[in-house]
């Protein structure tokens, strides 16, 4: 037979929980589930909602003059998009920029990779935004 544990001296952790304070704790956490998917929800709709996406694939720094940059584009069938692409330099300044149209394609997801001239030498090449063309 095992002997119960011991409970603590009354009264040396707070007072006991009440029937109400103990709903309240229900409520609250109950309350912060909610608030928590709805942040959720909120996010993921903005995820949704944004007709075009792209993310950085790589870069090739050619030179003083030029930086190579690959990226990829998600957009529906069909759409043509600009991309504004960037080159920066080791201060984060803007050394280079290049609008890309991107045709309009049979697939969601299409890669580009394209040459951004440049005034001095650039340390990095990322896309800066995309929209749909138009």
Do not use: N
């Not at 690959?70 to 803007?94: H, I, M």
């Amino acid at each position: 037979m095992v002997a119960p544990a011991p409970r603590p001296p009354a009264g040396r952790y707070g007072p006991e929980p009440t029937a109400g304070t103990r709903r309240l704790q229900r409520l609250g956490l109950a309350s912060l589930v909610v608030v928590a998917m709805l942040v959720l929800g909120w996010i993921g709709s903005g995820v949704l909602r944004d007709p075009v996406q792209w993310q950085d694939v790589g870069y090739r720094v050619d030179g003083p003059s030029s930086t190579e940059v690959t990226f990829d584009v998600t957009s529906a069938v069909g759409t043509a998009v600009t991309c504004r692409v960037q080159a920066l330099s080791a201060s984060y300044a803007q050394v280079g920029v290049r609008d890309v149209p991107v045709p309009a394609a049979q697939t969601r997801t299409r890669r580009v990779t394209v040459t951004v001239p440049t005034v001095e030498l650039a340390v990095t090449g990322v896309v800066d935004d995309c929209r749909p063309a138009g």
